[in-house]
Nanobody, 123 residues
Framework: QVQLVESGGGLVQVGGSLRLSCAAS????????TGWFRQAPGKEREFVAG????????DYADSVKGRFTISRDSAKNTMFLQMNTLKFEDTAVYYC????????????????WGQGTQVTVSS
C-alpha cells in the first residue's frame, strides 16, 4: 500500500498561483501511475493531471492545459502540481492518487489516495 499526503492548498485570488505537494511513502514504484484529481461540491471527482509512470508521459485535463504543470522530486518521492492563472472553477478539494501500471485516468484505477487539500479561488 502507498501512503499519500497532500499539502499546499489554500485561498487564492483569481489569476493567482498555488503549488500543491504530494509526499508518497510505503510500497511506491517507478512503474506506478500517479496523478492529481479534484472534486468540487456537488460534482464527481475528475482527473486533473498525471504521469503514467515515473519517467513516462504526462497527461492533463483540457480545462487545465497550459495553466497547470505536474512535476516530481524523485529523491523525496514527492509529486507537485503547479497551478497558475487560477479560475473560480478550479475551486475544489484536490487529491493525489497512486495506482499500478497505467490503465487510464479513471479514478477507479487508483487504489491509493491522499486525504485531499482544499483550493479555493476567490475574487
Amino acid at each position: 500500500q502507498v501512503q499519500l499526503v497532500e499539502s499546499g492548498g489554500g485561498l487564492v485570488q483569481v489569476g493567482g498561483s498555488l503549488r500543491l505537494s504530494c509526499a508518497a511513502s510505503g510500497r511506491t514504484s517507478n512503474t506506478y501511475a500517479t496523478g492529481w484529481f479534484r472534486q468540487a461540491p456537488g460534482k464527481e471527482r475528475e482527473f486533473v493531471a498525471g504521469r503514467r509512470s515515473s519517467g513516462g508521459p504526462t497527461d492533463y485535463a483540457d480545462s487545465v492545459k497550459g495553466r497547470f504543470t505536474i512535476s516530481r522530486d524523485s529523491a523525496k518521492n514527492t509529486m507537485f502540481l503547479q497551478m497558475n492563472t487560477l479560475k473560480f472553477e478550479d475551486t475544489a478539494v484536490y487529491y493525489c492518487a497512486s495506482g499500478g501500471l497505467f490503465r487510464g485516468w479513471d479514478s477507479r484505477n487508483f487504489p491509493s489516495w491522499g486525504q485531499g487539500t482544499q483550493v479555493t479561488v476567490s475574487s
